[in-house]
């Protein structure tokens, strides 16, 4: 119909048949951003956010959201991860979040970066909203990803 890859012939959602592909080291990067008052950073960044310490908890989300990524996302592939790595920036404005997530199969990990990325910086919100409920997470995109049948890919 439309030659979109998630859709059928009638235009029927449908989740895509990887079978074929041949399963390769795949691996993607993802970052974003949360922006909030130097107040905000700066507690943070002392860890004295009076919910714990935020950077720690909102890493361990971020691997959890990538482990789970098919549950959140409809139409994606569950997939076995053979590691993640969240990295968390904080700056006198924010944080940024960087993930790279990586498996050995035949599709590829990019929902999964993002999805780490994302869940990670909602964790930081949560954590420090009584400090700034006017917080801005922004910027979440693929930064790279590699292997599979469309090679590399560098934003």
Do not use: F
Not at 37 to 52: D, F, L, P, T, W
Not at 88 to 105: K, P, S
Not at 112 to 135: P, Q
Request: proline share 3%; glycine share 10%; net charge neutral.
């Amino acid at each position: 119909m439309s030659g979109l890859t998630h859709l059928d012939d009638q235009g029927a959602a449908r989740m895509v048949d990887v079978s074929a592909k041949p399963a390769t080291v795949r691996e993607a990067t993802a970052t974003g951003r949360i922006t909030m008052s130097s107040e905000a950073a700066a507690a943070i960044r002392e860890g004295a956010v009076k919910k714990g310490d935020v950077l720690a908890v909102a890493r361990v989300a971020g691997i959890m959201a990538a482990k789970r990524t098919a549950e959140l996302i409809p139409l994606c592939h569950p997939l076995p991860i053979s590691g993640v790595t969240l990295d968390l920036e904080a700056g006198d404005e924010g944080v940024i979040a960087t993930a790279t997530v990586r498996t050995t199969h035949n599709t590829g990990v990019e929902m999964e970066a993002m999805s780490a990325v994302s869940v990670a910086l909602l964790t930081i919100y949560d954590m420090a909203k009584a400090l700034d409920r006017g917080m801005v997470i922004g910027e979440v995109r693929l930064l790279a990803k590699s292997g599979g049948r469309s090679g590399d890919w560098r934003a």
